[in-house]
Every structure is written in C-alpha cells, then in structure tokens.
C-alpha cells in the first residue's frame, strides 16, 4: 500500500487525507499544534465546495450540520440593493443554495473522519524524494517518516513550501473581522461602504456570522468589539443589532495572500490548500478550492511522482485564477474615493440578473462528474 503524510491538519489537509484514504493509500497527518481545531466563526459553502464534499462522504452531513442561506446580494452601506441573489435560482442551477455553518463544527466532522492524526508533532524540514526514492518527513521530534507522496496542507506559511523560495506572503492592506451573534438574520449577503466591507450569513439555531474587512491602516488597538460598532453605527440594519448581540469573542487578523508558486509540485511533495494558493476571502472560496485540491490529488497520485503533474495541470489554473478574481474583488469593494465608489456602485446595480448569474456560474462550475469539477 502507498504511504502518505499530510502535513497540516486544517480544512484541506484533513480533507486530502480523507480522499486519499479512500482511494487506498496508507495516510499519516502530522500537525504542529497539540490540539487541532478550527478557530473561527462561520464559514460559508457554495455548491462547489458540497460538491467536493459529497465525493469524500461528508456533503450530506454537512448540510444536516448547516443552514441553507436565505438569499443575499449586495448592498451599500445605506442598505440600498444593488443586486440580489435569488436562492431558488441558484439552488435550480447548482443543485445546491450555500450552506453556512459554524467553522469548528465543519472542522471537527472532518477531523473525525480523517486516518491517522499526529498532534504536537510539528515538521522540520522533507526531502523530497524522486523517481527513485521515497521522500522523507522530518518532524520535530527527531522521527522520520518516509512516504511516496507528501501534500504540503500546511497553510499560508507552509514550511514545507520551503522549495518554492519565489512564493512569498503578500499582506493585502486590510483587516478582518469575524464573529457570531445570537440574532436571527432576515437576509444576508455583503455591504460595501468607503473602503469596509461587511457580510452577514444565517447560522442554525438563531444566529448570525458577521465578518468585516476594513483597511488595517485605520485599526485601532484594544477591544475591536467597541471599535467596530463605532465604525459601523451608521451602518444599515441590521448590522448594529447583531453587533449589540455577540456571542463570543471578535477574532481579528491581517488579511494575506500568496504571491504564486512557480510549480505545485517538487519530488513526490504536492502543495495544497492556502501553501498552493492562499486567496482573499472576496468570493468565498478558500475552503472549496483546497476540497477540490484533495479531490483530483487523491483522483492523480499515484506511487509515481511524475503523476502530480496532472494534478497541478487540472488544478493550478483554476485555483489562481480564483485567487487573482479574488484579490480583484477585494480591491473593488475597498474603493474609498467617492468618485469611485459611485461609479463602482452604479456599474454593480447595472448588471443584468442573468449576466450575474453567468459569472457566478462560470466560477462554481456545474459539475456531474468529478472530473468536470476541477
């Protein structure tokens, strides 16, 4: 039986070893942290990501797990509409609304049917092996562990990337906000103002996920909770009740994103996940590009480190044209001239329905097949 060692034990690292475990490789995950878990608040899953879901025998737990969301769009900070998502005709087009659950709980079901877990156990450096040679993990303990295919799952500041000097960490100039709110949400969906971005989605049993980005230039130190209600009070409703309502604690982080590798893969080592293709949360596709990752690599690999080639060449195209689309996105809804604000409103609020619906489809794909997935 092939060996494998995932190193990471987040979202994708998880979800890789669950599919390369179905496909019949002996898999070790090794994480850093004595404890793995998902810090976090909510997390929001287009059809895509369901759809990787399903092929690893988790997508309908997941949605048990989660809510379906209600319908969105975007907004303007006043509340005004400048284009609705209509949930019916998504779910018609896709097979799938957006599902919203609380990120640890998302976590914790795959972290439940992964193979072997190795916690505290962090990595020091692989050699990455070849035609000829298995590749072997060196983790801090002093052990050793050979394998024919390592995946890389260990996030933004992979230290397995180490092979990819080129492939550096780009801070994006804003901040994110996120937390939960004991507060039942009517509609969600994103609101842009000058420069803040702000984006409510329904979560089981009453409550609400808020996340915000605002430029990291104008963060104040201290309690964000205080700082975000007075940067948000004029803010349409109903933005200043669920920030009356959290449940919680405010996570707060420098948004980041990865100057792209020159390759995914080197030796029988695969990146995956944010270490491949870390993006802006813009579209909401951090989760679903790296599900996908771990589908089409269990899909490629082989014992043969010349099949991660095909690996990269269905995934890499899609997964960074996602991440530029992304950044893109984040860049627009940060306009703070009023001048560009207007303008970009009123481009937004112009386009047709079926133009909006086009171009969400073009970047969740409809797939039937896995193949077509990636």
């Given at each position: 039986?092939?060996?494998?060692?995932?190193?990471?034990?987040?979202?994708?690292?998880?979800a890789?070893?669950?599919?390369?475990?179905?496909?019949?490789?002996?898999?070790?995950?090794?994480e850093?942290?004595?404890?793995?878990?998902?810090?976090?608040?909510?997390?929001?899953?287009?059809?895509?990501?369901?759809?990787?879901?399903?092929v690893?025998?988790?997508?309908?737990?997941?949605?048990?797990?989660?809510?379906?969301?209600?319908?969105?769009?975007?907004?303007?900070?006043?509340?005004?509409?400048?284009?609705?998502?209509?949930?019916?005709?998504?779910?018609?087009?896709?097979?799938?609304?957006?599902?919203?659950?609380?990120?640890?709980?998302?976590?914790?079901?795959?972290?439940?049917a992964?193979?072997?877990?190795?916690?505290?156990?962090?990595?020091?450096?692989?050699?990455?092996?070849?035609?000829?040679?298995?590749?072997?993990v060196?983790?801090?303990?002093?052990?050793?562990?050979?394998?024919?295919?390592?995946?890389?799952?260990?996030?933004v500041?992979?230290?397995?990337?180490?092979?990819?000097?080129?492939?550096?960490?780009?801070?994006?100039?804003?901040?994110?906000?996120?937390?939960?709110?004991r507060?039942r949400?009517?509609?969600?969906?994103?609101?842009?103002?000058?420069?803040?971005?702000?984006?409510?989605?329904?979560?089981?049993?009453?409550?609400?996920?808020?996340?915000?980005?605002?430029?990291?230039?104008?963060?104040?130190?201290?309690?964000?909770?205080?700082?975000?209600?007075?940067?948000?009070?004029?803010?349409?409703?109903?933005?200043?009740?669920?920030?009356?309502?959290?449940?919680?604690?405010v996570?707060?982080?420098?948004?980041?994103?990865?100057?792209?590798?020159?390759?995914?893969?080197?030796?029988?080592?695969?990146?995956?996940?944010?270490?491949?293709?870390?993006?802006?949360?813009?579209?909401?596709?951090?989760?679903a590009?790296?599900?996908?990752?771990?589908?089409?690599?269990?899909?490629?690999?082989?014992?043969?480190?010349?099949?991660?080639?095909?690996?990269?060449?269905?995934?890499?195209?899609?997964?960074?044209?996602?991440?530029?689309?992304?950044?893109?996105?984040?860049?627009?809804?940060?306009?703070?001239?009023?001048?560009?604000?207007?303008?970009?409103?009123?481009?937004?609020?112009?386009?047709?329905?079926?133009?909006?619906?086009?171009?969400?489809?073009?970047?969740?794909?409809?797939?039937?097949?896995?193949?077509?997935?990636?």
């Amino acid at each position: 039986m092939a060996r494998a060692v995932v190193v990471g034990a987040g979202l994708g690292g998880l979800a890789s070893a669950i599919a390369l475990r179905r496909r019949g490789w002996d898999v070790t995950v090794l994480e850093r942290r004595a404890h793995a878990a998902e810090a976090g608040a909510g997390i929001a899953l287009w059809p895509n990501a369901l759809r990787a879901l399903d092929v690893l025998g988790l997508g309908a737990r997941t949605r048990e797990l989660g809510t379906v969301e209600i319908g969105g769009g975007i907004r303007t900070s006043s509340g005004r509409w400048l284009v609705r998502t209509d949930a019916a005709d998504l779910a018609r087009r896709q097979g799938d609304g957006v599902v919203v659950l609380p990120r640890p709980e998302l976590h914790a079901l795959l972290r439940a049917a992964a193979p072997d877990l190795r916690e505290g156990l962090g990595v020091r450096r692989v050699d990455p092996g070849g035609a000829g040679a298995p590749a072997v993990v060196h983790d801090e303990a002093g052990g050793r562990h050979e394998a024919e295919l390592v995946v890389a799952a260990d996030g933004v500041r992979s230290t397995v990337r180490a092979y990819w000097p080129e492939a550096t960490v780009r801070d994006t100039g804003h901040t994110a906000f996120r937390l939960v709110a004991r507060h039942r949400l009517d509609a969600g969906g994103e609101s842009w103002g000058r420069g803040d971005l702000v984006g409510l989605a329904p979560l089981p049993r009453g409550r609400t996920y808020l996340y915000a980005m605002v430029p990291t230039a104008d963060v104040s130190a201290g309690d964000p909770l205080p700082w975000l209600r007075a940067r948000l009070a004029g803010w349409h409703d109903p933005i200043p009740a669920v920030l009356d309502a959290v449940d919680g604690r405010v996570l707060v982080h420098r948004l980041e994103d990865l100057r792209p590798p020159s390759s995914w893969h080197h030796g029988r080592v695969a990146l995956l996940g944010d270490a491949a293709h870390a993006m802006t949360p813009n579209l909401g596709q951090g989760a679903a590009q790296a599900f996908l990752d771990a589908v089409v690599l269990a899909e490629e690999a082989t014992a043969d480190p010349a099949s991660l080639a095909a690996y990269e060449r269905r995934r890499r195209p899609v997964a960074e044209a996602v991440a530029r689309r992304s950044r893109a996105a984040g860049d627009v809804a940060a306009w703070r001239s009023p001048l560009a604000v207007a303008l970009r409103n009123a481009v937004v609020g112009a386009l047709p329905a079926a133009a909006s619906a086009r171009a969400l489809d073009h970047l969740l794909g409809t797939p039937a097949t896995t193949k077509e997935m990636a």
